[in-house]
């Protein structure tokens, strides 16, 4: 079963600092990585998509990088800001197709990140 | 706009009512999910769909039944509310579409809906 552990729980952060978030897989066997960020009280917001065949993505000041074979990500934030205080979310899809494998997300616990001023 | 949106926002309900939840895609996506978060739990997938008339079983199924008659909407209904579902659901759906060019088959989630069961 498909595991995904997202390192640290909690961070807090001075403005401007660049800060990288941590996810690993225990299965390598992946179609796709997401990225996530949730406010509170809000629905997931898509960030970015690294397919497995893909070793970063990037948008803006982010950066997804993803190794498969070692069943790690990173999410990359530069210059951080307050705005960016939220909580990402990791999930992997372990399938393309939902009527052999499901074609479920299975998601980490998340990484609530605070931006201080 | 193309989207995923979930109705109601919030509901109150009493133990033993029966009530559902409304999720509408403009995607044309053939796949459609039911999660529900909860604080020491994360997000946990209830019930998925594969296609109109096709649905199955997620990790958290017990309690709750789904349709899918038309490719867009996906309600999830709770046959008999109980406390242990006082929780945010999220719908959420997935390529491929049906039509046009699907993004990549990222998932796209719903604002959520906050349902207390008293």
């Known amino acids: 079963k498909q595991e995904v552990t997202q390192i640290p729980a909690a961070l807090s952060v001075p403005e401007g600092e660049n800060l990288v978030l941590n996810c690993s897989f225990t299965d390598s066997a992946i179609y796709n990585l997401q990225w996530f960020r949730q406010d509170p009280g809000k629905g997931l917001t898509s960030l970015l998509l690294?397919?497995?065949?893909?070793r970063e993505q990037t948008s803006g000041r982010l950066n997804a990088s993803l190794d498969k074979s070692s069943g790690r990500s990173t999410l990359y934030i530069a210059a951080s800001q307050p705005g960016d205080s939220a909580t990402y979310l990791c999930a992997v899809r372990e399938g393309r197709w939902i009527e052999t494998s499901g074609s479920r997300l299975t998601f980490g616990e998340g990484t609530q990140l605070t931006v201080n001023p | 706009d193309a989207g995923i949106t979930q109705s109601p926002r919030y509901k109150i309900t009493e133990t033993g009512r029966q009530v559902t939840l409304m999720c509408h895609q403009t995607?044309?996506?053939?796949?459609m999910f039911w999660y529900r978060q909860d604080l020491g739990h994360g997000l946990r997938l209830i019930y998925y769909s594969a296609a109109a008339d096709i649905t199955d079983k997620g990790e958290v199924p017990d309690g709750y039944v789904v349709s899918r008659s038309k490719t867009e909407n996906f309600p999830l209904t709770l046959e008999s509310a109980t406390r242990s579902q006082t929780s945010v659901y999220f719908c959420a759906s997935s390529g491929p579409s049906l039509v046009g060019r699907s993004p990549n088959y990222g998932y796209t989630f719903g604002s959520g809906t906050r349902l207390t069961v008293v």
């Open positions: 995607w044309s996506h053939s796949y």
């Open positions: 690294i397919q497995s065949s893909q």
